[in-house]
């Protein structure tokens, strides 16, 4: 544990008021003006340049970020490897889109329910599941997402194999399909911004203290008084809840869904993979994980020289990286320059 | 060692880096990468000083292809034919405008692996930084679904191909054009044929992959068969997945169909077929999407033979100038036989698949549609295409403009072939129905 603030949260000290507890603690958020100053900057830079297709590739991008963030907080801070985490982006998708093709709701209460349903698949989940450790408790998730893509092929309401479309009607209520799309933009932004300060808070709070004593010594955290299975449990309800809610936000964007995009394997082990690449464990790491990898990605794909051997140069890529770079880039940045450590958490 | 990190390290930055400034600067229109895009290029600059009046035009005309991923095979033969329309077109020297200038045709296309991840993304970027007057879909109803949103937002005219679920063409949009058969008259026509030579057989079998395609075709020719008194005994979808077919045959054997229909896609149609053969099921009437139509069909051998597979198009179509004169449409476009022989001698003598045919037909009725027009206006060309009647070697082209379900295609239909030997004991595709262009009769019971 290299968190130097073990109980520096603000209201930690009951007689000052806030703003003289932020001076005081004002080094707490160095590590939070990085992450934030990122997402502002990818924020505007569509508007900058003035160009669609940097609003659709940072539109993918963001996406990224948020949802490795979020797994992030399993992932990284709990050590708890969820393999199937692109269930609760699949259900809350299909729960929000549901609500708005079908029920005729608009997308603000349909991102909510989609958050909830989530939210509250992951809490009777880690009921059930986080009992397991290590990899069983990877091959438990994968199996969760794929037993959730039968449920949902199966299931009439959700319009079974077929999926559900939605109607073009939906987007001019929001002033067409352009602006429903840049409005879809913004939103992902708040979200991102969000889940960045969550992702935050809860690494410096004594709950992520917590989280990040089971990931060192579950047992040992135990014997200190952590109360395990409520604090994984919350921890999986958290990492679960801004997937439900992106997943409707994307769906509500790609106007159709199907179970076999929703609930797409490959999807969640890049998630893993961004984590991974940036650094587990820390506020920046999924940050630049998602940007490294979507751009990369992005250029690949689009690139006259790598477009028709993309995946390959990806593949290679991705096996330098976890070669010789294993902690991730904040994590190799952290031990090269200890300097940067307060910056970088 | 140390080292090593820090230059992998900065590797993947500069590579990073150069990847969103890729998108921050405007691109160079990367047609000219596109390997293959050179020769149809060159004859192009080549006959721009004789033709001189104006600058010779070129209309940029976008799509993503799945050059990986598990759509990969139909979406190849569909670019394969896409680009045989394109250097017909350049070759003739260009699609001729109201004003007797002539626009040459060039492509950009990316890779969308298959998945609706990029592909908003890639489309976002066809429209706007490749400048794309028109765009073709990509393989699959799914992906289809997701382009067309982007298509509707930047108003251009998309024409499908590859994408036959109805409901994406329900949804009030105006811009997009589908040029295959719509789901849900993919396998009436097989209910129609049993009809016709079986009056007796009376109970249905339908087992099918659960995809959206399969699932919206079979649910269409399940109420079709119903509404003309067949029994449905079964009703059974399987995972795309699936390679074990035995739990779905016992069921098959316990409700004793007289017909089975369904299928999927290729892979899970063929081990199907197979399966089925090898436990020798008793069944007169076997029709299945998809996999019977594909030439590699006939690997399975004796498993195959009177197998039943509808088909967006087939090389023996009987479609000419007097089939539609006939019919009191106009005609456009090659041959069928001139289509198939220019695709065998493009592509090294393979046959072309109802996919890559659905290729070359979007190509073709966009052609025709800048032709009516006379221009590349989009308004124009949504004009002429709203207002289209005509047939191709790829059969009637016409689409719905009704407000509830623009775009649709209404002309096409089906034809349907069965796996035959012939006197040498050799496999061969024959068209089977409907009669009016039937190659052979109908082999019934199946053997």
């Known amino acids: 544990m290299n968190s130097p603030q073990d109980s520096s949260v603000v209201g930690s000290a009951p007689k000052v008021s806030w703003r003289e507890a932020l001076s005081q603690n004002a080094g707490a958020y160095v590590g939070l003006i990085l992450p934030l100053i990122i997402i502002a900057l990818l924020t505007i830079w569509p508007t900058v340049t003035g160009k669609d297709i940097t609003r659709e590739s940072i539109f993918t991008i963001m996406l990224s970020i948020a949802l490795a963030s979020s797994l992030n907080i399993l992932l990284g801070y709990t050590g708890y490897v969820s393999f199937g ?13 549901y609500l708005m093709a079908v029920q005729g709701w608009s997308l603000w209460p349909a991102m909510a329910m989609g958050g909830l349903a989530a939210g509250l698949l992951a809490f009777l989940l880690g009921k059930a599941i986080l009992r397991l450790r290590g990899g069983y408790f990877a091959l438990a998730t994968i199996g969760v997402n794929e037993a959730m893509r039968a449920f949902i092929n199966n299931f009439e309401p959700f319009g079974g194999p077929v999926g559900m479309t939605l109607n073009f009607q939906v987007y001019r209520d929001y002033g067409g399909a352009a602006q429903a799309l840049r409005m879809t933009f913004y939103i992902l932004a708040a979200i991102t911004f969000i889940v960045i300060l969550v992702s935050y808070f809860v690494r410096m709070s004594k709950f992520g203290l917590g989280l990040l004593a089971i990931r060192e010594d579950e ?56 984590v991974m690449l940036g650094g587990q464990g820390t506020v920046l790491g999924p940050i630049l994980g998602g940007i490294g990898y979507q751009s990369l990605r992005g250029y690949l794909l689009t690139s006259p020289l790598f477009k028709n051997i993309q995946l390959a140069v990806a593949g290679v890529l991705l096996l330098v990286i976890v070669l010789f770079v294993p902690a991730g880039v904040v994590g190799w940045l952290r031990n090269r320059f200890p300097v940067l450590r307060r910056i970088l958490q | 060692m ?25 691109t160079a229109p990367a047609a000219a990468a596109q390997p293959g895009e050179t020769t149809a290029e060159q004859p192009a600059e080549a006959t721009a000083p004789p033709a001189a009046e104006t600058a010779a035009q070129t209309i940029i005309i976008g799509f993503t292809a799945s050059q990986t991923g598990n759509q990969n095979v139909p979406s190849t033969g569909q670019v394969n034919g896409l680009n045989l329309w394109k250097d017909t077109v350049n070759e003739a020297g260009g699609i001729e405008l109201a004003d007797g200038s002539k626009v040459m045709v060039d492509f950009v296309s990316y890779d969308d692996e298959s998945n609706t ?30 382009a067309a949103v982007i298509s509707e937002q930047y108003g251009k005219v998309m ?45 249905v079998a339908f087992v099918y992959e659960n995809s959206k395609f399969s699932t919206d075709v079979v649910e269409a020719a399940r109420q079709y068969a119903e509404g003309k008194g067949y029994n449905v005994v079964l009703m059974e979808g399987y995972d795309p997945e699936t390679t074990d077919f035995g739990p779905f045959i016992n069921k098959i054997q316990d409700s004793q169909p007289d017909a089975i229909m369904g299928g999927g896609h290729f892979q899970d149609g063929s081990t199907f077929t197979r399966q089925l053969n090898e436990k020798n099921v008793d069944v007169g009437f076997f029709a299945l999407l998809v996999a019977p139509p594909e030439p590699d069909f006939a690997d399975l051998g004796d498993a195959a033979v009177g197998v039943v597979g509808p088909s967006q198009w087939e090389p023996q179509a009987a479609f000419t100038p007097d089939s539609a004169s006939a019919a009191g449409l106009d005609w456009y476009g090659p041959l069928g036989e001139e289509f198939v022989q220019s695709y065998e001698a493009k592509f090294d003598g393979a046959e072309p698949s109802y996919h890559a045919a659905g290729g070359y037909a979007a190509g073709l009725i966009l052609e025709k549609a800048i032709r009516d027009a006379g221009s590349t206006d989009p308004a124009a060309v949504q004009q002429a295409l709203d207002a289209m009647n005509l047939q191709t070697f790829f059969g009637h082209i016409q689409f719905d ?23 040498d004991g050799n496999l061969v595709k024959e068209v089977v129905w409907p009669l009016e262009g039937a190659t052979a009769d109908t082999i019934y019971p199946m053997p």
């Open chain 1, 85 to 97: 985490h692109v269930v609760f982006f699949g259900l809350g998708g299909y729960v929000g889109f």
């Open chain 1, 219 to 274: 047992d040992a955290a135990e014997v200190m008084g952590v109360v395990a299975p409520s604090a994984k449990t919350w921890a999986y309800v958290l990492s679960a809840i801004f997937p439900g809610i992106l997943g409707v936000l994307f769906f509500f964007k790609n106007g159709s869904i199907e179970p076999v995009p929703a609930f797409r394997l490959n999807f969640s082990i890049e998630m893993i993979v961004m």
């Open chain 2, 2 to 26: 140390k080292r090593t990190f820090f230059w992998s390290f900065l590797l993947i930055l500069v590579l990073a880096l150069a990847a969103c400034g890729g998108s921050a600067e405007p």
């Open chain 2, 117 to 146: 991840d990029r592909v908003q993304e890639l489309y976002t970027r066809l429209a706007t930084e490749d400048e794309a007057n028109f765009l073709i879909s990509p393989y699959s109803s799914g992906l289809t679904a997701a």
């Open chain 2, 159 to 203: 024409i499908t191909t590859g994408a036959a679920s109805d409901d994406t063409y329900q949804q009030g949009l105006t811009l997009v054009y589908q040029a295959y058969t719509p789901a849900s008259r993919y396998l009436t026509g097989a209910v129609d044929m049993l009809e016709s030579v079986d009056p007796e057989a009376k109970n």
């Open chain 2, 401 to 423: 403009t009704s407000a509830e379900a623009h775009g649709l295609q209404t002309g096409h239909s089906m034809v349907y072939i069965q796996w035959q030997k012939d006197a």
